[in-house]
């Protein structure tokens, strides 16, 4: 389990003060159902679970570490925006053995479909310079706000953009801030950009599902990728080649 420091303390609660015992890939999905963590969410490797009694808290698991746990870690490491409102909280992280993500964070809520901001928020996140979407984006994008799609590479949005960077003059830097620090391009997916408390965007999940290992130490990951590079060494001896037919 690791603690997530905020401005030098240690941010509470964890998973051991919320009494999550069972973190494994194999068991920790009904033991949180039977604790009274009902599945409130779910992705591609996992589940969202929240509780009648902690209801400001969100414990995320997935069954295989994946880009959250990234996040997560760059969140940690901070950079430009990580402690601002459209970044979410992270209170704790755990990896299983069997390589099980478990995290602790704050709770937050869907924009409803008819959310003004909702489009360009999702605009931004898609961005790799302007507001241009590849494709396979724009497709998805027209599916779930047809009325904004012709507008998406007008200069005022359809006057959105103007509109949301008057209510949230930082959203766009931090998430710009984000795409230099993260591995890999962001995932602009439905789902990624939810709301929070005092309503503002936050940028939920936006790596690719692949984690990279990041919240390991330098030296964790030196041995992971050793490790790696052994067993493919095993799988495929070297100089070794098939038999002519």
Known sequence: M?????????????LATLGIVERSAANAHASLIATGWAEIGYGYHGTVHAHPQHPDVVVRLARKADGFGDYAALLRKG???????????????SVSRCGALMT??????????????????HAVLADQAGVT????????FKVEWPAYEPWVDHPSF?????????AWPGYEAFVATLRAA????LDPNIGNVLVGQDGS??????LC???????????????????????????????RAPAAA
Do not use: K
């Not at 950079?79 to 992280?93: E, I, Q």
């Not at 979407?133 to 998805?140: P, S, T």
């Not at 965007?201 to 936006?206: E, K, M, S």
């Open 201 to 206: 965007p936050v940028v939920n999940d936006p």
């Open 182 to 185: 993260a591995p890999r391009a």
């Open 158 to 166: 359809d006057g959105i953009r103007e509109n949301f960077r008057a």
């Open 2 to 14: 690791l603690g997530f420091l905020y401005r030098n303390r240690v941010v509470s609660p964890s």
């Open 133 to 140: 979407m590849d494709e396979g984006v724009r497709e998805r």
């Open 209 to 239: 599902d692949d984690g990279f290992g990041l919240w390991r130490s330098p030296l964790s990951r030196l041995v992971t990728q050793f490790v790696h590079v052994l067993r493919r060494w095993v799988s495929v001896p070297l100089g």
């Open 104 to 121: 602790v964070g704050s709770r937050l809520t869907n924009p409803t479909p008819g959310t003004w901001w909702l489009p360009y928020a």
């Open 79 to 93: 950079f430009a925006g990580s402690d601002g409102p459209h970044a979410p909280r992270v209170h704790d992280l």
